[in-house]
T-cell receptor, first 112, second 114 residues
Framework: TQLLEQSPQFLSIQEGENLTVYCNSS?????LQWYRQEPGEGPVLLVT?????EVKKLKRLTFQFGDARKDSSLHITAAQPGDTGLYLC????????????FGKGTSLLVTP | DAGVTQSPTHLIKTRGQHVTLRCSPI?????VSWYQQVLGQGPQFIFQ???????GRGNFPDRFSARQFPNYSSELNVNALLLGDSALYLC?????????????FGPGTRLTVL
């Protein structure tokens, strides 16, 4: 059973378009992290959100943590080919201890 | 500063063999976690070690074992390899303190079992 559900699974867009990917769960998380992973490499941490309703911005990327701390979204403005990759959300809750529970990821392709 | 390092980068084994994967954490990090990522999936938690003690274990068989050394580096051992063990094995290090406990990943070891 996947604790975190990510949607969409695949996304192919053209350079300059905006997009939003979602990370949903029925569980409450004490913190949630977003990673980007390129083929054959390890995930790279983008952001950590902790407080319900929190919004964080990283250049053209905007991350939001749901008020109930059960869901999160990642919005990319004016996507560029360099944004291509697998976007993973991962969370910790009271049952997972220090382990991270990952979603399956959203595979994003941005074409010029 | 050096990030998390893992060795080897790639490994090819046959069924029934044994494999040892190695990980060095970021300097100052005392916790190491291991994850398995099969193609098309997110990473799955295998183990976490802190100060040489096992802190958590995921839903993996006893063929999987790990340990952490006094310098905080770690080894993951897998016995009696199966075809299904083919995956990218990721090591992550963290300070392991506080609520956030951000984990930073190494580049992984790609294991292929034939």
């Amino acid at each position: 059973t996947q604790l975190l559900e990510q949607s969409p699974q695949f996304l192919s867009i053209q350079e300059g378009e905006n997009l939003t990917v979602y990370c949903n769960s029925s569980s409450v998380f004490s913190s949630l992290q977003w990673y980007r992973q390129e083929p054959g490499e390890g995930p790279v941490l983008l952001v950590t959100v902790v407080t319900g309703g929190e919004v964080k911005k990283l250049k053209r990327l905007t991350f939001q943590f749901g008020d109930a701390r059960k869901d999160s979204s990642l919005h990319i403005t004016a996507a560029q080919p360099g944004d291509t990759g697998l976007y993973l959300c991962a969370g910790r809750n009271s049952n997972s201890g220090y382990a991270l529970n990952f979603g399956k990821g959203t595979s994003l392709l941005v074409t010029p | 500063d050096a990030g998390v390092t893992q060795s080897p980068t790639h490994l090819i084994k046959t069924r029934g063999q044994h494999v040892t994967l190695r990980c060095s954490p970021i300097s100052g990090h005392k916790s190491v976690s291991w994850y398995q990522q099969v193609l098309g999936q997110g990473p799955q938690f295998i183990f976490q070690y802190y100060e040489k003690e096992e802190r958590g274990r995921g839903n993996f068989p006893d063929r999987f074992s790990a340990r952490q050394f006094p310098n905080y580096s770690s080894e993951l051992n897998v016995n009696a390899l199966l075809l299904g063990d083919s995956a990218l094995y990721l090591c992550a290090s963290s300070l392991a303190t506080g609520v956030i406990n951000e984990q930073f990943f190494g580049p992984g070891t790609r294991l292929t079992v034939l």
